[in-house]
């Protein structure tokens, strides 16, 4: 796309995962970029994917609405370049490239399904400067809707060089559909403790790889559950980026959250601001996958990012391709 002669230069980023559909439209600013529209919408666009193989009709429809919307952002800010992508769910489902080609014919947005590596790289790129600093690798993580991406870094670079990374099947649309639903106390600890086994599982073959680092171990996680868990632990009464991102909060406190979120029923966790009804069925396996990483890289302190994968294409689109 080609903005008009006079405009600001502005560049895009379109990040569709298996819950989500997220936009940034940003423009250059010193060495960065300054963001001038956003838009986030959770579609579920893998709801019921593991079950079918499929997308399924409805997904598509609540997806491709978001979709519109998007591409009506960009027609507005005249966007000179763009890269939107797709994950998980559109790497798993047998019409996933049925699916993007109806999103081209519908929207004009040509969305490209990118590999495991590469969303781990991208959220990578996003985020690595809210890393706390010190020595040996650091480990940073994306839990998605289809899986979770893990990225052991050495950040002593201007750009951090990654060291090894591992992508996991479980993500909390997968793993909460997997696990079924638990009415009663004991019922709902049973479905945790399966669900962090379930996760421990497909985290091993990675878990064998890492070694004890040298000093202390820095984590830097970047996803809804991360966003959403440390503004419980905040006590925010509504998400407040501002704060959240950026923030290190105590690994024994989030453990708390965690499991004080796992214990309640469903129309509790409806009750608890920042989660509500639309992630109170998907934040439970969120809290499985967040405990299973803290026992695999036991760090003190857990660093909260509320940016990743759209800020990573922001970066290559505006300076140029990196990491």
């Known amino acids: 796309m080609r903005g008009r002669p006079g405009d600001a230069r502005h560049y895009a980023a379109l990040d569709l995962g298996t819950n989500n559909c ?33 997308l399924s009709d409805t997904a598509i429809e609540r997806t491709i609405a978001a979709l519109r919307i998007c591409a009506e952002k960009l027609k507005r800010r005249h966007v000179i370049l763009a890269r939107s992508v797709a994950t998980e769910a559109c790497r798993q489902a047998s019409n996933g490239a049925e699916f993007i080609e109806r999103v081209y014919r519908e929207t ?20 690595h400067a809210l890393l706390e600093p010190g020595d040996g690798p650091a480990l940073v993580f994306d839990i998605g809707g289809g899986s979770t991406e893990l990225v052991l870094v050495d950040s002593r670079g201007e750009v951090p060089r990654i060291l090894d990374w591992h992508s996991a099947r479980w993500g909390v649309v997968s793993l909460t559909e997997a696990s079924g639903v ?17 996760v421990a599982e497909s985290f091993a073959p ?44 105590p690994a024994p406190a989030m453990r708390e959250v965690s499991q004080r979120i796992a214990g309640m029923s469903m129309a509790e966790r409806s009750q608890v601001p920042c989660i509500g009804s639309e ?14 990483i803290l026992d695999l890289w036991p760090a003190e302190r857990l660093g909260i990012a509320d940016r990743g994968i759209r800020e990573g294409i922001l970066r290559r689109l505006i300076n140029g391709r990196i990491l």
């Not at 638990?182 to 669900?195: F, G, I, K, Q, W």
């Not at 966003?227 to 909060?249: E, K």
Request: charged share 25%; hydrophobic share 50%; proline share 2%.
């Open 108 to 127: 004009g947005i040509a969305l490209d399904i990118i590999t495991a590596e590469e969303e781990a790289r991208l959220a990578v790129l996003g985020c």
């Open 22 to 54: 997220r936009l940034l439209i940003a423009r250059p600013q010193g060495s960065g970029f300054a963001v001038v529209d956003a838009f986030s919408r959770i579609v579920r666009l893998g709801e019921g994917l593991a079950t079918s193989g499929r």
């Open 279 to 292: 992630r109170a069925d998907l934040v439970v396996a969120g809290c499985a996958i967040l405990e299973t």
């Open 206 to 249: 990675f878990a064998k790889r890492l070694r004890t680092p040298r000093g202390t171990r820095r984590l830097l996680g970047t996803s809804g559950t991360v966003t959403t868990l440390a503004s419980v632990h905040l006590g925010l009464a509504a998400y407040d980026r501002s704060v959240v991102d950026g923030l290190i909060v």
């Open 182 to 198: 638990a009415a009663t106390v004991e019922e709902r600890a049973a479905l945790y403790a399966n669900m962090r086994a379930r």
